[in-house]
């Protein structure tokens, strides 16, 4: 990209941020260059460090933090299959295999022609088209071998083809019987129809956009806060937090600035449902968001968005500019005294970024390192002012709060766990998809009734109702509910409200050594026992895995994992060390045949 070129883009760009603020255009100019050349030249950090008053070094040692910037050119085609926990159990590793062979390079490698280049991705909030490939930004599935060598060919003439892309709503071809009850969905019911399609047309259609003017004309922000507490909603990012609760943090001195941020950036294993919820009813998370915002007095509002997440790119884009259309955004909102911008972020691939304090920091331009707290982000958050960040399906559930009421939503779901949430399903089921369900439902519905069953009808061996972070459930719990207090009592937690199954062909050692791989690569290094302990956990059960480990690392397994809880900045050590001990409770036997055959008993 040629200086003026940047110079020009770069102004459109830091209008986004306040003016004492230019850092936080950083992940975005770095994208702008790395779209013009390929890759990120030292030239390009350079100029880029210039443009935003930064020392090289740091513009350096931020873009090295995440994956999805390079610098040094790649091929042409970009080839990345995702090897997280879904994708491997529907066979990631054979379709890795077969580049390798075709491609005849390793992952990290280009082609000597410069064509291909060959790598592998964690979880793409795909899951429900597992396996997944990611070309140069598109992602592929699911696929088979024959499928995959199909792509390859018209790759190899510079294509990328439609043919087997991945979308959120099309769902896998079946894989068998239509189960009874496909779909329950309540606030999300206008996703049942084909010919819906997000724009705000379609949405004010379907009574989209009648939250906002009675929350403005009718409540003053601290009548919002209230009637979102009394809804009991929690939030659905992945800790639960009352999300009426957490508003009212929020100091309510009106000099200082402060941002609502969406967390977008959707990054746990086996969670896929933001990304359908942004692409298909960009809308109704921004109706979410000028809500929430009013309640909290913010005026700027940012969507941080997973850097893989390219469709979504375009469809937010355009749902701005119509929503400012329409007089929803901008100054004087529907003629009121609330003004609200609300700007799009991009994430560059660090799942650590999710972390709200993580991506507050990434937000100004830094490496997702999570903060210390206190302060909370409510009282200290972005640029150091008031900060809520709420998750798109949190958000999404605002406006039906408004128009329906908080006792209609309190009605659903159980006295503590109210509403309705959208459990994202993987892994060994016939129909995997998004399902809403009231939160009084329970796993044997969600698994049986909604997603199908298990492929082949084969028998279940583990559930992990949560994403890849939270500990394992087995058969034995499908009669608990999905709602945060039974999915505690039963040694787990409702996480993201990502469902992946395995059936009683999956080696649990396997499935430790995918998801400690995974938090090892993610870890963002501040912490030692975070840092080393994720290191630990992956290079022992690897050992375990391929037939070399011994009686004795089962208790350094347990070693490690008691010292990795509790101690850290934030909980993605937890989040590794308390699914690998749940793992060892439930399947130890499996660990030891491992060790004491000397091989994995489910290899062939
Ligand atoms: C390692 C880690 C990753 C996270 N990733 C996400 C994420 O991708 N999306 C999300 O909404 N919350 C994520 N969270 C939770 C956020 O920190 C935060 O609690 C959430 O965005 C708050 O929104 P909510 O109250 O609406 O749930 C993550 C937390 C941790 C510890
Ligand atoms: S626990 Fe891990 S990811 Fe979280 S701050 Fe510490 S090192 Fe970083």
Redesign the pocket.
């Known amino acids: 990209m040629t200086s003026a070129k940047l110079q020009q883009a770069s102004a459109e760009i830091l209008k986004r941020y306040p003016q004492n603020q230019k850092r936080s255009a950083l992940l975005p100019l770095l994208f702008l260059a790395q779209e013009e050349r390929g890759y990120l030249s030292p030239e390009s950090l350079e100029e880029i460090a210039h443009l935003l008053e930064m020392r090289p070094t740091d513009v350096w040692e931020t873009a090295s933090f995440y994956t999805m910037f390079h610098f040094r050119p790649m091929g042409r085609c970009h080839i990345e299959v995702c090897h997280n926990l879904s994708c491997t159990l529907l066979g990631a590793e054979s379709l890795l295999d077969v580049l390798k062979g075709r491609l005849q390079i390793r992952e990290g490698e280009t082609t000597p022609d410069g064509r291909f280049s060959l790598g592998t991705a964690e979880c793409l909030a795909a899951c429900d088209g597992a396996p997944v490939v990611q070309v140069n930004g598109y992602h592929y599935g699911p696929l088979n071998r024959s499928q995959l060598e199909e792509l390859l060919e018209g790759f190899a003439r510079g294509e990328l083809p439609e043919r087997y892309r991945y979308q959120p709503w099309a769902g896998p071809p079946s894989r068998g019987p239509e189960p009874v009850n496909t779909f329950e969905r309540i606030l999300h019911q206008h996703l049942l129809d084909p010919s819906y399609d997000g724009r705000i047309e379609a949405y004010l259609e379907r009574g989209g956009y009648q939250a906002l003017p009675k929350a403005v004309r009718e409540y003053r922000p601290s009548e919002i806060i209230e009637m979102v507490k009394r809804s009991g909603l929690r939030g659905r990012g992945g800790a639960g937090f009352p999300t009426g609760v957490k508003w009212g943090f929020v100091p309510k001195d009106p000099g200082i600035p402060k941002y609502l941020l969406c967390n977008a950036d959707e990054g746990e294993p086996g969670t896929f449902k933001d990304r359908e919820l942004l692409e298909r009813d960009p809308h109704q998370v921004l109706e979410g968001i000028i809500i929430a915002s009013y309640a909290i007095g913010s005026e700027t509002s940012y969507i941080y968005l997973r850097g893989e997440f390219l469709e979504a790119v375009a469809i937010l884009e355009r749902a701005l500019q119509e929503a400012y259309a329409h007089g929803f955004l901008g100054k004087k909102i529907l003629g009121s005294d609330f003004n609200l911008d609300v700007y799009l972020h991009r994430g560059a691939g660090a799942y ?1 970024c999710g ?1 709200e304090t ?1 991506l507050i920091e990434s937000l100004e331009g830094k490496r997702g ?2 903060r210390i707290r206190p302060p909370f982000p409510a009282v200290k958050g972005l640029y150091q002012c008031p900060t809520v960040v709420n998750n798109v399906e949190t958000l999404c559930n605002i406006p039906h709060i408004i128009v329906r009421g908080p006792k209609w939503f309190a009605s659903m779901g159980t006295p503590k766990s109210t509403g309705t949430r959208v459990f994202s399903v993987s892994g060994h089921v016939r129909r995997p998809g998004n399902y809403e369900l009231p939160l009084n439902a329970t796993l044997r519905q969600l698994i049986y009734e909604h997603a199908g069953g298990i492929l082949d009808d084969r028998r279940i061996k583990a559930i992990i109702p949560g994403g890849s972070s939270a500990p394992t459930l087995t058969a034995d719990h499908l009669d608990v509910g999905l709602d945060f207090e039974s999915l505690a009592a039963a040694g787990s937690m409702g996480g993201s409200g990502a469902v992946i199954v395995l059936d009683e062909t999956t080696c649990m050692v396997k499935v430790g050594e995918v998801i400690n791989r995974f938090y090892h690569h ?6 030692t ?3 080393e302990g ?1 290191a630990w956990l992956h290079k022992i059960l690897k050992r375990i895995e391929d037939g070399r480990g011994q009686m004795a690392d089962l208790e350094v397994l347990k070693d490690v994992c008691r010292n990795m809880k509790g101690q ?6 937890d989040s590794a060390a308390m699914p690998t001990e749940s793992y060892m409770h439930y399947f130890r036997e499996e660990f030891e045949a491992h060790i004491q055959q000397g091989r994995c008993p489910f290899r062939a």
């Open positions: 650590i972390e993580a390192e999570p993610e870890s963002c290094g501040q912490c026992q975070c840092r994720t850290t900045i934030c909980v993605l050590s």
